[in-house]
T-cell receptor, first 111, second 114 residues
Framework: GDSVTQMEGPVTLSEEAFLTINCTYTATGYPSLFWYVQYPGEGLQLLLKATKADDKGSNKGFEATYRKETTSFHLEKGSVQVSDSAVYFCAPRSGNTPLVFGKGTRLSVIA | EPEVTQTPSHQVTQMGQEVILRCVPISNHLYFYWYRQILGQKVEFLVSFYNNEISEKSEIFDDQFSVERPDGSNFTLKIRSTKLEDSAMYFC????????????FGSGTQLSVL
């Protein structure tokens, strides 16, 4: 089945710093790739997605590019804000199979 | 934006007791899911539900677990005889409509088994 490996957190950054959260996946076929985010006290919500190789998903200043050759989908943001503090989850999904999450990466941004 | 609603937000129960976790998915969605997250661990898939039946389940979803859609709006997860290791945050999710790939999650129910 599908699986995902994310960098261990927590990640602590100063405001306006550059963010990278690494994600690599294993999957059968060509999965769609997702980043979900969980803000404190809330459920997971979709941040961005990419459905085929070389696609770039983007939302709220975050970006991730579907790299088939390295089976990666790293999340980046050029300038983080305190409001970006949350737990970030990378997830592949093949067809109608369930989303497979990892442990998530906790990001703390300090002013 | 429409929301998935879960109740209660916190549930404390004694080992061996039955619990029912409740969810109201988004009204026009057709696919429903339960996930759980034990503290400090990954978010784990439990079960998916479509067309009034289980479409997929994980090895965690054993005979102690059951799901039901008792009416047109609710989606419940029942644990018949809770164990200490069932303590976790349980998330309900739904998908459907125009973007079936996008799952909408509730805020979760924190279950504590004593």
């Amino acid at each position: 089945g599908d699986s995902v490996t994310q960098m261990e957190g927590p990640v602590t950054l100063s405001e306006e710093a550059f963010l990278t959260i690494n994600c690599t996946y294993t999957a059968t076929g060509y999965p769609s790739l997702f980043w979900y985010v969980q803000y404190p006290g809330e459920g997971l919500q979709l941040l961005l997605k990419a459905t085929k190789a070389d696609d770039k998903g983007s939302n709220k200043g975050f970006e991730a590019t579907y790299r088939k050759e390295t089976t990666s989908f790293h999340l980046e943001k050029g300038s983080v804000q305190v409001s970006d503090s949350a737990v970030y989850f990378c997830a592949p999904r093949s067809g109608n199979t369930p989303l497979v999450f990892g442990k998530g990466t906790r990001l703390s941004v300090i002013a | 934006e429409p929301e998935v609603t879960q109740t209660p937000s916190h549930q404390v129960t004694q080992m061996g007791q039955e619990v029912i976790l409740r969810c109201v998915p988004i009204s026009n969605h057709l696919y429903f899911y339960w996930y759980r997250q034990i503290l400090g661990q990954k978010v784990e898939f439990l079960v998916s539900f479509y067309n009034n039946e289980i479409s997929e389940k994980s090895e965690i979803f054993d005979d102690q677990f059951s799901v039901e859609r008792p009416d047109g709006s609710n989606f419940t997860l029942k644990i018949r005889s809770t164990k200490l290791e069932d303590s976790a945050m349980y998330f309900c999710a739904s998908s459907g409509g125009q973007d079936n790939e996008k799952l909408f999650f509730g805020s979760g129910t924190q279950l504590s088994v004593l």
